[in-house]
């Protein structure tokens, strides 16, 4: 499949072999088998903690991909949620509009992430009106602590996966 050999660098545009569970600072992720844990090394100057693991298919193509990045915060800093995802959102869409791909996000959305309040909202990447990946963004904060959940991949791959990465969600501990 050719788009699924070009997947990896435009998921590398908008933003996860075998260790069960991923340790860094407050983040604990837990791993289901078949997901291959990336190491994600911070750019200079940058103190994020990032975690990203992807599956692949029977071929080697990659069908979810996923990262949780944990960035410090100002202290008493107020965070505007809502205005964080608002720019993830346009910055994902902007960057797929480069290469030629439309993109419809939904509404941003209540949801959790590692029993946080959170937002959320899901692209529909289109090419030529045909339905080539879905990504969703989710973003909470927890005392001094900023969390960004990515996760995509291509239309039927997203689909398939999509029971496995809200196991993930939901297992998730977040701390500051």
């Not at 075998?18 to 340790?23: D, Q």
């Not at 941003?108 to 963004?137: E, M, P, R, Y």
């Amino acid at each position: 499949m050719h788009f699924a050999r070009r997947f990896p660098a435009f998921i590398g545009l908008c933003l996860l072999v075998a260790l069960p569970v991923a340790h860094a600072d407050g983040l604990t992720i837990t791993w289901p088998a078949g997901w291959e844990i990336q190491t994600v090394t911070p750019e200079p100057g940058d103190s994020s903690v990032r975690q990203r693991a992807v599956k692949n298919d029977a071929n080697g193509d990659p069908q979810m991909v996923m990262e949780l990045t944990q960035s410090t915060l100002v202290p008493e800093h107020k965070v505007n949620m809502e205005a964080v995802l608002l720019q993830m959102r346009k910055t994902l869409q902007q960057n797929f509009a480069k290469g030629g791909y439309q993109s419809a996000c939904s509404k941003i959305n209540s949801s959790t992430l590692g029993g946080l309040d959170a937002l959320q909202t899901t692209c529909k990447i289109t090419q030529n009106g045909n339905h080539v990946i879905t990504q969703t963004l989710v973003a909470a904060t927890q005392g001094n602590s900023a969390y960004a959940l990515s996760y995509a991949g291509p239309a039927d791959g997203y689909k398939a996966n999509e029971p496995e990465v809200q196991g993930i969600r939901a297992s998730l501990r977040l701390t500051p």
